[in-house]
């Protein structure tokens, strides 16, 4: 919600949630340490690989599980936590497949960062098409920035 200057005493790389709540809606990934409210819930991983990516799997398969189970006399508690079953991807074999997991966030990832660079490219063009400025001369060097850009190496 904020931030502090008080030592942080939760640490990062794990996802949280409010036990006071109706479901998994308020689960988050909390990236660095962290300071929590009585009423939340530190989920701490007991496997590794454990980052962002498996995170938001995670979280969308809490939800997914939970979602209309809880109210407001029937709350997500570390005990209702706990005997909460959810689906993840796995391998051939059995295991929870983190490799596809991360591979498909990044995947969904990378099409989302390519239909916000086409939507500004084409906003771009429309703002230079209605005010005129669609009639200039580039310079090399302003060409070899605008083409690297379009090749995605702009980073």
Not at 85 to 108: Q, V
Request: glycine share 6%.
């Amino acid at each position: 919600m904020g931030f502090s200057e008080l030592k942080a005493l939760n640490k990062g790389n794990t996802i949280t949630c409010s036990d006071t709540t109706l479901g998994a809606d308020t689960m988050y990934y909390q990236a660095i340490d962290f300071i929590g409210y009585s009423h939340i819930q530190h989920l701490v991983p007991k496997f590794s690989p454990f980052n962002k990516a498996i995170a938001s799997i995670i979280i969308s398969a809490c939800r997914v599980s939970t979602s209309k189970k809880y109210d407001y006399g029937n709350k997500f508690n570390r005990e209702a936590m706990k005997n909460t079953t959810i689906h993840l991807p796995i391998t051939t074999s059995g295991e929870i497949d983190f490799e596809f997991m991360e591979s498909f966030i990044a995947e969904l990832e990378a099409e989302r960062i390519a239909e916000l660079e086409a939507e500004r490219i084409a906003e771009l063009e429309a703002y230079l098409l209605a005010t005129g400025l669609t009639d200039y001369i580039l310079t090399a060097e302003e060409k070899a920035v605008l083409q690297a850009f379009r090749d995605g190496k702009n980073g």
